[in-house]
């Protein structure tokens, strides 16, 4: 089963708006959590990370926020631009393994 | 740009024939992993090595060895591959010198038939 949830599954927005993924954890082991940016034909690339002890991490247009409490993380993406549309992947590390979610579409409409 | 080389990019083999693909990085990274990623399942861990001769399996590893025989090229070997093994193959690198970030190669696109 997954050990990372991922919603939701697609997302379209307007070119200026906010987009807003969320994430799910169960395994308090994890002890790092990353965001990947994958475009088509492409590898995922790290876009930002955070470590349990920080609420929030913010680089650029985008955000992490994290509730540690919750097990509960979300991406941010302010402003968003045509060139953000990609597919977006929440991520959790416990001892050099990444658990990945599902995966989050995101269409930036002109 | 992570050093990560993966071989072949593209292949289309014919189920019951065995695959090889290659992964191999330049900057002497401890760890080194293969995933799998299929629409709707994200990426999947195959298996990892944490160092020359050491590997271990991940959550989808049945009909898949590997091997790490030099800490530059961690390979994946299908011994027979089926048509459920069609799959975009990534591998990834971690270790010290990233900062225990964790890279993605490009992909290797996969077609059984």
């Known amino acids: 089963q997954q050990q990372v949830k991922q919603s939701p599954q697609s997302l379209i927005v307007q070119k200026g708006g906010i987009s807003i993924i969320n994430c799910a954890y169960e395994?308090?082991?994890?002890?790092?959590f990353p965001w990947y940016q994958q475009f088509p034909g492409k590898g995922p690339a790290l876009l930002i990370a955070?470590?349990?002890?920080?609420s929030e991490k913010k680089e650029g247009r985008f955000t992490i926020s994290f509730n540690k409490s919750a097990k509960q993380f979300s991406l941010h993406i302010m402003d968003s631009q045509p060139g953000d549309s990609a597919t977006y992947f929440c991520?959790?590390?416990?001892?050099?393994?990444?658990?990945f979610g599902a995966g989050t579409t995101v269409t930036v409409r002109a | 740009d992570a050093g990560i080389t993966q071989s072949p990019r593209h292949k289309v083999t014919e189920t019951g024939t065995p695959v090889t693909l290659r992964c191999h990085q330049t900057?002497?990274?401890?760890?080194m992993y293969w995933y799998r990623q299929d629409p709707g399942h994200g990426l999947r861990l195959i298996h990892y090595?944490?160092?020359?001769?050491?590997?271990d399996k991940g959550e989808v590893s049945d009909g898949y060895s590997v091997s790490r025989s030099k800490t530059e090229d961690f390979l994946l070997t299908l011994e027979s591959a089926t048509s459920s093994q069609t799959s975009v193959y990534f591998c990834?690198?971690?270790?010290?010198?990233?900062?225990?970030?964790?890279?993605f190669g490009e992909g290797s696109w996969l077609t059984v038939v």
């Open positions: 990834a690198i971690s270790g010290t010198v990233s900062g225990n970030t964790i890279y």
């Open positions: 395994n308090t082991a994890f002890d790092y």
């Open positions: 955070i470590r349990p002890d920080v």
């Open positions: 991520a959790a590390v416990n001892d050099y393994k990444l658990s």
């Open positions: 900057e002497n990274h401890r760890y």
């Open positions: 090595s944490y160092g020359v001769k050491d590997t």
